[in-house]
């Protein structure tokens, strides 16, 4: 068996659909259809039910078991592989979201900087589900996302939770350094969509289409924009006011009435091969010494790099 023709029969149990695997792979849908029957024909097995001119194909009872022989061929072709290149130096692929990569995950990257022996390291930012996609394609490591998925070759576990708090370049005028939702002026808004129950909240309390409101994808705009708009805000969370406030000279506020806290969560393949499994654990063991187990919550950042 081939680990490409393996790659494609994987890729199609996850899509069920001969155009959208062949797009993934960057190959033809006739190229998938004579791989997949070339790989069938090689171990004497029919794996999918598919008709001449349908492009969703049906797995056969025998393919659903081939699914986690596959898998494990697949793993052992990593391991393989991973020998051939590894050079002396361990190096790790780690894939984060935005705003992890930049508040968060710093004290790790520095910490990791120093180790001996020395790290080769490549840092991925990317969105969640394509974060759960590189992994589950043995692309990275390890992965930090702010959602759960249905992958199922992909064990997600919580890594930390914090509190989402408002951000402005203007001292409101309010008590305690807290602020309602109502006294906030939604047209000076500028918008992340950080999560589907954030904007659950958001909605509730501020029309989704209303004018002025900026919206944006990443927290480095939103730092940018609010430097040049003194009465602008944005809503983001603890770690990323806590390391803007650092270098901008901006203020935060805690919400009286505050969104759902974001989640951090770790991503790590189901059939990690024993170097993979040796990189994760360094990782983990790193991210341990940050973090307040017990309170659940983020570290502080300062502390951490100390």
């Not at 009872?61 to 290149?85: C, D, N, V």
């Not at 984060?96 to 490549?122: A, E, G, R, W």
């Not at 951000?167 to 409101?172: C, G, L, P, V």
């Not at 991210?287 to 790099?305: A, G, I, M, W």
Request: charged fraction near 25%; hydrophobic fraction near 35%; proline fraction near 6%.
């Amino acid at each position: 068996m081939y680990i490409d023709d393996i790659e494609i029969f994987l890729t199609l149990v996850r899509t069920y659909n001969l155009s959208k695997t062949a797009e993934q792979l960057h190959l033809s849908q006739s190229t998938i259809s004579r791989r997949l029957a070339v790989l069938e024909n090689n171990i004497g097995i029919k794996l999918f039910e598919r008709k001449r001119g349908q492009k969703k194909i049906k797995i056969t009872p025998k393919g659903q078991q081939f699914i986690f022989i596959a898998q494990r061929w697949s793993t052992l072709w990593q391991e393989i592989y991973s020998l051939k290149t590894t050079d002396p130096h361990l190096s790790l692929s780690i894939g984060s979201v935005d705003s992890l990569n930049t508040t968060f995950l710093l004290p790790l990257y520095q910490k990791l900087i120093k180790h001996s022996p020395k790290c080769k390291m490549k840092i991925l930012t990317s969105t969640s589900p394509e974060l759960y996609e590189l992994l589950e394609k043995h692309e990275i490591d390890i992965g930090f996302v702010l959602r759960e998925m249905n992958f199922n070759n992909i064990i997600s576990e919580e890594v930390f939770n914090e509190p989402m708090v408002v951000i402005s370049k203007t001292k409101f005028a309010v008590s305690e350094e807290k602020i309602h939702p109502s006294q906030l002026d939604p047209h000076n808004e500028i918008l992340l969509n950080w999560s589907p129950t954030y904007m659950i909240w958001h909605n509730y309390w501020w029309d989704p289409y209303i004018s002025g409101r900026i919206e944006v994808d990443t927290t480095s705009i939103i730092v940018e924009i609010l430097k040049e708009n003194p009465n602008h805000w944005s809503i983001v969370p603890k770690s990323v006011a806590h390391h803007t406030l650092l270098s901008h000279n901006q203020y935060m506020f805690e919400l009286t009435d505050p969104p759902p806290d974001r989640v951090c969560y770790k991503i790590t393949h189901r059939y990690p091969n024993n170097i993979v499994i040796q990189k994760t654990k360094l990782i983990s063991d790193y991210l341990n010494k940050y973090f307040d187990k017990s309170l659940n919550r983020s570290p502080d950042l300062e502390q951490s790099l100390r």
